[in-house]
């Protein structure tokens, strides 16, 4: 045993050595790159940018293992530090073929606007548009030329989002879902009681997507030179070939992937051009005399510390701790002049909601503006931690409001029958001891105790958005039931003050702090991400063993039939009450 241990010891002693030779390599030869290249002229660059690679809304921080994950924003910060760069001729796109996220496509698509008022091209190719979303597309239709792939087709022809309805299942079962719901447009509690949609949920759910829809079309008919009658024509009759769709407009080019290269090569006259990732090139530093905070979330609201961007916790979530202490932070920093809060979450925990909301307010009556950027959505829990806001930015085509709550459980004791199965309880204290049992309903004393507590949380949910909207209480009731809206709806009806991505959001904090528009500012994360070294400690902490385990744990958890349980249970559990339904849009 004892030579175990110190063989165990050895080996990782060696492993860490290894880490900090390799670390030591790195910087010496990083070091030794920037030497030979004084005096040197920096080559001329295109930044290239693959769509086809999931992006998260915000970085996370460095990973320690290969590439950190591709973020919108960190997408945004380089194409707008690109824009004055001289060594930066221009952008090449490989084009996703199946679709992303529409408020996400709408923020590239900003970002690539900008970035051509200087002057400089952006050429996009694609190997097919042949998934049917419309956001795929979108995310191009800015560029200066749009090149396919001949011997592949375009199929983009709109938007649909698909819901899951387990009431008929419940029933072969003789499962019985027991849920509350604040109000009929809450309607994450539909899955599990309906068959299908209910009026108020088919009429929201096609509500927003057609807002989405017009606001996509209206924008690439700007982009291409046509009308959006003349792009809804087209889409509605797609499937087309490649030939048909360069015929039609919505492509200029033909052409296999090297030959859109070698056109970039002969437009700029240089045969030895670096085509360079955006990931490399990365946002750069900013400085400034005046620095704003930017915190950002992402990912469900839970209790405790953020999680996500490691090996060993995948999921991105948005910690009530870890983002409090952001706002803490910032507000005891002296040269912090206003904070930009970064929301992409569907919501989750009422009671870490209510924690950052807190944070928040703090700042706020500290005499720091704190303006709010909305991501992909910002729902429910998303648009609570958002409610007191000085300013609040949203795409158009953000998923926001649903102003509501909803809870309850599936009682097994039924299904359980069926096999044989049997569970008995024994409460002593209140009755309500027994309600959250995943086997017996509801008493009636437990159902009217459980939903005064649902109330009580809808009440403080509209009561706070009131308060940090300044609209009557009777117009937040009015348009919050659980409803869900596009960023662009949201504006009409008071929920959002403008309309813009991340840039739009940290002018208008320069406006708010008195900063000149056009002056540059240092833009400060808040908490500060871990180091390379805090990593490699962090890596040191945990055992072989629990690296095996939980990449067992996560094997399993990726399979299909795994990950439809695990969202069926995540949707039904206590503690999610200020989530929000956000079906995946194609």
Same mark, same amino acid.
Do not use: C
């Given at each position: 045993?004892?030579?175990?241990?110190?063989?165990?010891? %050895?080996?990782?002693? +060696?492993?860490?050595?290894?880490?900090?030779?390799?670390?030591?390599?790195?910087?010496?030869?990083?070091?030794?790159?920037?030497?030979?290249?004084?005096?040197?002229?920096?080559?001329?660059?295109?930044?290239?940018?693959?769509?086809?690679?999931?992006?998260?809304?915000?970085?996370? %921080?460095?990973?320690?293992?290969?590439?950190?994950?591709?973020?919108?924003?960190?997408?945004?910060?380089?194409?707008? =530090?690109?824009?004055?760069?001289?060594?930066?001729? %221009?952008?090449?796109?490989?084009?996703?073929?199946?679709?992303?996220?529409?408020?996400?496509?709408?923020?590239?698509?900003?970002?690539?606007?900008?970035?051509?008022? @200087?002057?400089k091209?952006?050429?996009?190719?694609?190997?097919?548009?042949?998934?049917?979303?419309?956001?795929?597309?979108?995310?191009v239709?800015?560029?200066?030329?749009?090149?396919?792939?001949?011997?592949?087709?375009?199929?983009? @022809?709109?938007? =649909?989002?698909?819901?899951?309805?387990y009431?008929?299942?419940?029933?072969?079962?003789d499962?019985?879902?027991?849920f509350?719901?604040?109000?009929? #447009?809450?309607?994450?509690?539909?899955?599990?009681?309906?068959?299908?949609?209910?009026?108020? /949920?088919?009429?929201?759910?096609?509500? #927003?997507?057609? @807002?989405? !829809?017009?606001?996509?079309?209206?924008?690439?008919?700007?982009? =291409?030179?046509?009308t959006?009658?003349?792009?809804?024509?087209?889409l509605?009759?797609?499937? /087309?070939?490649?030939?048909?769709?360069?015929?039609?407009?919505?492509?200029?080019?033909?052409?296999?992937?090297?030959?859109?290269?070698? !056109?970039? =090569?002969?437009? $700029?006259?240089?045969?030895?051009?670096?085509?360079?990732?955006?990931?490399? #090139?990365?946002?750069?530093?900013?400085?400034?005399?005046?620095?704003?905070?930017?915190?950002?979330?992402?990912?469900?609201?839970?209790?405790?510390?953020?999680?996500?961007?490691?090996?060993?916790?995948?999921?991105?979530?948005?910690?009530?701790?870890?983002?409090?202490?952001?706002?803490?932070?910032?507000?005891? *920093?002296?040269?912090?002049?206003?904070?930009?809060?970064?929301?992409?979450?569907p919501?989750? @925990?009422?009671?870490?909601?209510?924690q950052?909301?807190?944070?928040?307010?703090?700042?706020?009556?500290?005499?720091?503006?704190?303006?709010?950027?909305?991501?992909?959505?910002?729902?429910?829990?998303? !648009?609570?931690?958002?409610? /007191?806001?000085? /300013?609040?930015?949203?795409?158009?085509?953000?998923?926001?409001?649903?102003?509501?709550?909803?809870?309850?459980?599936?009682?097994?004791?039924?299904?359980?029958?069926?096999?044989? #199965?049997?569970?008995?309880?024994?409460?002593?204290?209140?009755?309500?001891?027994?309600?959250?049992?995943?086997?017996?309903?509801?008493?009636?004393?437990?159902?009217?105790?459980?939903?005064?507590?649902? &109330?009580?949380? !809808? *009440?403080?949910?509209?009561?706070?958005?009131?308060?940090?909207?300044?609209?009557?209480?009777?117009?937040?009731?009015?348009?919050?039931?659980?409803?869900?809206?596009?960023g662009?709806?949201?504006?009409?009806?008071?929920?959002?003050?403008? $309309? +813009? %991505?991340?840039?739009?959001?940290?002018?208008?904090?320069?406006?708010?702090?008195?900063?000149?528009?056009?002056? *540059?500012?240092?833009?400060?994360?808040?908490?500060?991400?871990?180091?390379?070294?805090?990593?490699?400690? *962090? $890596?040191?902490?945990?055992?072989?063993?629990?690296? &095996?385990?939980?990449?067992?744990?996560?094997?399993?958890?990726?399979?299909?039939e795994?990950?439809?349980?695990?969202?069926?249970?995540?949707?039904?559990?206590?503690?999610?009450e200020?989530?929000?339904?956000?079906?995946?849009?194609?």
């Open positions: 045993m004892r030579q175990f241990f110190i063989t165990m010891a %050895g080996t990782i002693a +060696g492993i860490f050595g290894f880490f900090v030779l390799l670390f030591i390599l790195i910087m010496f030869f990083g070091l030794l790159g920037a030497l030979s290249s004084v005096g040197e002229k920096t080559p001329d660059k295109v930044l290239t940018l693959d769509l086809r690679i999931p992006f998260i809304d915000h970085s996370v %921080g460095e990973s320690l293992f290969g590439e950190s994950p591709n973020s919108i924003v960190d997408t945004v910060y380089a194409l707008n =530090r690109a824009k004055t760069d001289d060594a930066v001729k %221009g952008v090449f796109i490989r084009a996703e073929n199946f679709g992303m996220a529409p408020a996400s496509a709408e923020e590239l698509r900003l970002a690539l606007l900008d970035f051509k008022t @200087s002057g091209f952006v050429i996009a190719h694609a190997q097919g548009f042949e998934g049917t979303s419309l956001m795929s597309y979108q995310a239709s800015a560029a200066d030329e749009i090149w396919m792939q001949d011997t592949t087709g375009f199929a983009v @022809s709109g938007l =649909r989002s698909e819901t899951e309805f009431g008929g299942v419940m029933e072969k079962f499962a019985d879902p027991e509350f719901q604040f109000h009929e #447009y809450k309607s994450a509690v539909n899955s599990y009681t309906e068959k299908g949609f209910t009026d108020a /949920h088919r009429e929201a759910t096609t509500s #927003y997507l057609t @807002s989405i !829809y017009d606001n996509a079309v209206a924008q690439i008919a700007a982009d =291409r030179g046509m959006a009658p003349g792009i809804s024509q087209i509605q009759a797609s499937p /087309h070939s490649a030939e048909d769709a360069l015929e039609a407009g919505m492509i200029d080019k033909l052409g296999q992937l090297e030959e859109a290269k070698d !056109y970039v =090569r002969k437009k $700029l006259g240089d045969d030895k051009i670096a085509f360079t990732s955006i990931s490399s #090139y990365g946002p750069g530093t900013t400085t400034g005399a005046s620095t704003i905070a930017f915190i950002g979330g992402q990912g469900a609201v839970l209790p405790g510390r953020s999680s996500g961007g490691s090996l060993f916790s995948p999921t991105i979530t948005m910690g009530g701790d870890t983002v409090s202490e952001g706002f803490d932070k910032a507000l005891k *920093d002296k040269k912090v002049k206003a904070i930009v809060f970064r929301v992409s979450s919501g989750g @925990s009422p009671a870490a909601s209510d950052i909301l807190a944070a928040a307010d703090r700042a706020r009556d500290a005499g720091k503006p704190v303006v709010i950027s909305m991501g992909q959505y910002a729902a429910s829990g998303g !648009y609570y931690v958002s409610a /007191h806001a000085d /300013h609040i930015v949203a795409l158009p085509q953000t998923i926001t409001g649903s102003i509501g709550v909803f809870g309850g459980k599936v009682a097994l004791e039924g299904t359980f029958a069926k096999v044989g #199965y049997n569970i008995e309880g024994i409460t002593i204290g209140g009755e309500f001891a027994g309600a959250y049992s995943p086997d017996a309903p509801f008493s009636p004393t437990q159902a009217e105790a459980y939903r005064g507590q649902l &109330q009580d949380i !809808y *009440d403080d949910f509209t009561t706070r958005v009131a308060n940090g909207r300044d609209l009557p209480l009777e117009r937040v009731q009015d348009i919050a039931k659980g409803r869900v809206w596009t662009a709806q949201a504006k009409d009806i008071g929920l959002v003050d403008e $309309l +813009g %991505g991340i840039m739009t959001a940290i002018q208008a904090a320069k406006r708010l702090a008195d900063i000149d528009e056009d002056e *540059d500012v240092r833009i400060k994360v808040f908490p500060r991400q871990k180091t390379f070294e805090e990593q490699i400690n *962090d $890596l040191f902490t945990g055992s072989a063993q629990l690296a &095996q385990d939980v990449q067992a744990l996560q094997e399993i958890a990726a399979l299909p795994v990950q439809a349980a695990i969202r069926a249970r995540n949707n039904a559990r206590f503690g999610q200020m989530a929000a339904d956000i079906p995946e849009i194609k």
